[in-house]
């Protein structure tokens, strides 16, 4: 089983990416599961998503504890949320930030990887929404999905124009990240 | 059967389920935290994709007393609620059941204030019962789905007519996306006959409902209420094995079992929390240890018998419970488990834990702490009851 744990704050559609991943993973032949860490849903608060993926159906319901991959939307996050809790040496930590890895100093063997996913966001998109555009890269970085399901998935969800520039923001994501796997 | 999933959110499949159904009326009251259950119905009925009468009421005691007036009239009913919307419900529960009203309800079981907290326990549903419904509770998605055509088929069974509440975990359950079959209209006509009662209200034939009953009739409406329960019991089974022969899914019929034959430590437990437990069992299977579960799927009627027979082998019995009845310290399952052996030859010790309460998360670590102080039973020490998951710096 692989576990993924999103860092988002309210109204950047983390709930959003996590559900798109789990339908991407099950077109892709995976068992997949995706819930909020509960809360109070406020714009701008942090927000927490998680995704469950497996060959088999999946029936551990708790929160996530020790992710092997961690989907960080918002850099502001890591001053303020220990987004690197429950990391494993394997896993990853993928970050939106124009910055490089170097730049963020946090307890964890994981690595971390980086993405300015809110240029990508605008130059495709046209609007600072990054959730799909990093679920993309996610999806470069970790090989676990293909990119077709992923923005099959997005499409469905987002039909007609709004769908396909998201693609588009996928696609460049994927291709840009799967170099970093 | 993968080839027919799809990945859709926890309401929004027990929505499809209820339309394929075909219910007559709906009746909700859209306060938060309600679900996007009666959400999407609703936008199945705006949208022409179900007959229905769609009634948005101003409060859940309305919503009850809408089905109630509805159900009397020969229509097939349905409502979903959650926490104090369903205590709101309170008083009419006892008249859907006295009136021997068949509705269904899905409750998404949400904790109750003060102090005010949305996520998920099951103090609501337990809470209600003695109200007279019967209540299933579903482990997964796809099992609080395909609860709501097997409950219309128990309700409205002639021998039963009794309202029925299809209890899954909020949050959960209900906001949860995996993936599930969505129930096929075609399979669901066959196994679902439509509603026809023998007795409805009827402007044309005038007959009263729930008309007074002095103290040489009352108990026996009560009896006759308990007497249904008691078919209940069987075609709550016959109902799981019909459904199983139609759609290809079993979950137990009143209880099921997960590595239970040679266990000494059993586990039982209701709801969501159903399948952490069985993989924590296979964890610790691999280890050696003698762990087994016995769901419990319906906790009214209550299947004492079926119990006592599960349990014949246990060494010792552990009892999760997402309440508590403050003053008796246990929560509901726990006392009945142990009521239900007191006069009987299977006496084995219960011990009753409470946890999960207003949404605290239920880890595979916090479910093998709690097995590692059953083991103490053979050395003597016992635990009567307590929380399983208490912050000690906070109590």
Not at chain 1, 29 to 46: C, I, L, M, N, T
Request: proline fraction near 5%; charged fraction near 25%.
């Amino acid at each position: 089983m692989k576990e993924i744990r999103i860092h988002g704050r309210g109204g950047q559609g983390s709930v959003t990416a996590a559900e798109l991943l789990a339908v991407a993973a099950f077109e892709d032949g995976k068992y997949s599961q995706a819930f909020p860490a509960f809360g109070v849903e406020r714009r701008g608060a942090p927000v927490t998503a998680f995704v469950r993926l497996d060959d088999k159906p999946i029936r551990l319901r708790s929160q996530i504890y020790e992710p092997d991959y961690v989907i960080v939307q918002d850099a502001t996050l890591v001053d303020v949320v220990d987004v690197a809790r429950g990391t494993k040496p394997d896993g990853f930590i993928l970050i939106n930030t124009e910055k490089s890895p170097e730049h963020f100093k946090m307890e964890t063997k994981a690595s971390i990887k980086t993405l300015d996913a809110t240029k990508l966001a605008m130059d495709f998109i046209g609007k600072p929404i990054v959730n799909t555009t990093l679920i993309g890269a996610f999806a470069g970085v970790s090989g676990l999905i293909k990119p077709e399901s992923i923005k099959n998935a997005v499409m469905e969800r987002f039909p007609g124009k709004v769908g396909e520039k998201n693609a588009a923001a996928i696609q460049a994501a994927y291709d840009m990240m799967e170099a970093h796997r | 059967m993968k080839k027919r999933m799809v990945v859709v959110e926890g309401s929004y499949a027990v929505a499809h389920a209820v339309k394929v159904c075909k219910p007559h009326v709906i009746s909700a009251y859209p306060i938060t935290p309600q679900t996007h259950i009666v959400e999407d119905l609703a936008q199945f009925a705006a949208d022409g994709e179900m007959n229905c009468e769609y009634m948005n009421v101003e409060s859940e005691f309305s919503a009850i007393s809408a089905l109630i007036g509805a159900s009397a009239a020969g229509a097939r009913t349905y409502s979903s609620t959650t926490s104090q919307g369903l205590a709101l419900m309170h008083e009419a529960l006892f008249n859907a059941s006295g009136m021997r009203l068949p509705i269904v309800m899905t409750v998404v079981n949400r904790a109750l204030s003060a102090p005010i907290n949305i996520w998920n326990d099951q103090q609501d549903s337990i809470s209600q019962r003695d109200t007279g419904w019967i209540q299933l509770y579903a482990e997964d998605v796809q099992e609080s789905a395909d609860m709501t055509p097997q409950l219309y088929k128990i309700a409205e069974d002639e021998d039963i007519l009794l309202p029925a509440m299809a209890c899954m975990d909020g949050y959960i359950l209900s906001h949860v996306y995996e993936p599930v079959i969505l129930l096929e209209q075609s399979l669901t006509d066959e196994f679902l006959p439509d509603y026809s009662p023998e007795f409805v209200l009827d402007p044309k034939n005038p007959m009263s409902f729930g008309a007074f009953a002095d103290p040489s009739t009352y108990t026996e409406f009560r009896y006759k209420q308990e007497k249904a329960m008691g078919v209940a019991l069987k075609r709550i089974e016959e109902v799981a094995w019909e459904f199983s022969e139609k759609y290809g899914r079993y979950y137990g019929g009143l209880i099921d079992g997960y590595m239970l034959d040679d266990a000494e430590i059993v586990i039982m437990a209701m709801g969501s929390v159903i399948g952490t437990i069985k993989d924590t069992i296979d964890m610790l299977r691999k280890e050696g240890e003698s762990v087994g579960l016995l769901k419990v799927r319906s906790f009214r009627p209550f299947p004492a018998d079926e119990i006592r027979k599960a349990l014949k082998n246990a060494k010792v019995v552990i009892t999760l419970d997402k309440n508590i009845s403050v003053g008796k310290n246990e929560g509901a399952l726990c006392t009945e488990v142990k009521a239900c052996m007191y006069n009987r030859d299977v006496r084995v010790p219960v011990i009753g834990f409470m946890l999960g309460h207003g949404g605290r998360d239920i880890p595979v670590s916090t479910i093998v702490k709690m097995i590692n102080k059953a083991k103490l039973v053979e050395k003597g020490i016992f635990i009567e009851s307590e929380f399983a998951d208490l912050r000690e710096d906070l109590a």
